[in-house]
């Protein structure tokens, strides 16, 4: 799965630090933390409709991770969206758009890692782009191909994945190799051997009619999996966060990601083996309808 570029975010202007600038010109001191260490809390947030779904959520996931980092001066929710509803303004944008929303702990007096060399804030970046669900191309009739990789996501004693941080290394290596593989994503394990999620999504499987996902031990807080498991609990659907190896991903009915980017996107092959028969399952179809009437009826309006 390769995103392609779209023409519509030739001219995009990317807000950092309450000032909009062009693409081509935007640019992070060299002696800005993200630069030096990624030192640095990100979220992915998606516009329908002039909303923002789960805003609230994603605000106080970065602020928890910044917190995390122990982040001096954090921008409040109310700071975050009024650059967020002027970015959106400025590029004319409303729908179909995502926000990669970055704080890094700032600018440092020199080079090195020490949090004491940042004594001028931290820095907001707010990158809005024209971007449809990244995976409803790579799903086509045949679904996502994902493969296992060699590497392991962090326990919480290692780095702790609640802290949703912009160290992402040992997800774009696992990314390198689904991409030798011929694959769309890879599939992490934790430490012990269990699923943990994908290099960027969240996991789920469907077996006898019981949705399931990994615990939280060695993927973060996700808010479309937290959103997933509420439409089940809602809708009278059997449900439970547990230890899942790959056997059970195998043999499983369904096996669905989510993700805040790509939304729902259905499995059909994992390691080369077909998923069930191959076609996406029902319980997919009806989560994912379930989601998109949730997007397509909630959020915080940030533009009219
Ligand atoms: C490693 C990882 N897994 C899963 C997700 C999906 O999380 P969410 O549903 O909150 O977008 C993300 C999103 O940022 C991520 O970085």
């Given at each position: ?208 009619g019981v949705v ?54 259905w499995v059909g ?36």
């Amino acid at each position: 799965m390769l995103q392609t570029f779209n023409e519509k975010n030739r001219d995009l202007l990317v807000n950092i630090n309450g000032e909009l600038i062009h693409r081509d010109k935007a640019g992070i001191s060299p002696f800005d933390s993200a630069v030096q260490g990624g030192d640095a809390v990100w979220e992915g947030i998606r516009v329908y409709d002039g909303r923002i779904f789960k805003l609230i959520e994603h605000l106080d996931r970065l602020v928890s991770s910044a917190k995390a980092l122990a982040f001096e001066t954090i921008p409040s929710h109310d700071e975050i969206t009024s650059e967020i509803t002027r970015t959106l303004e400025a590029n004319k944008m409303r729908d179909g758009v995502h926000i990669r929303l970055t704080l890094t702990r700032g600018k440092k007096i020199t080079s090195g890692m020490d949090p004491r060399l940042n004594q001028a804030g931290p820095t907001l970046i707010i990158l809005a782009e024209h971007k449809a669900p990244v995976y409803a191309a790579a799903v086509g009739d045949t679904g996502l191909s994902l493969v296992t990789s060699s590497i392991r996501r962090f326990p919480p004693d290692c780095l702790d994945p609640k802290i949703h941080h912009c160290n992402l290394i040992q997800s774009i290596l696992a990314k390198i190799e689904a991409n030798h593989a011929g694959a769309d994503d890879s599939i992490m394990l934790d430490q012990r051997g269990f699923l943990a999620e994908t290099n960027a999504t969240h996991v789920f499987i469907v077996t006898g009619g019981v949705v399931e996902t990994s615990r939280l031990v060695a993927c973060p807080e996700g808010i479309t999996r937290e959103t997933v498991l509420e439409l089940c609990d809602v809708n009278g659907i059997p449900h439970a966060e547990r230890d899942i190896s790959m056997t059970e991903v195998y043999r499983a009915d369904e096996c669905f990601t989510t993700g805040t980017m790509g939304e729902l996107a259905w499995v059909g092959r994992v390691d080369g083996r077909t998923i069930a028969d191959g076609t996406r399952g029902p319980m997919t179809a009806r989560l994912s309808t379930l989601y998109q009437e949730l997007t397509a009826s909630s959020g915080v309006r940030v533009v009219d």
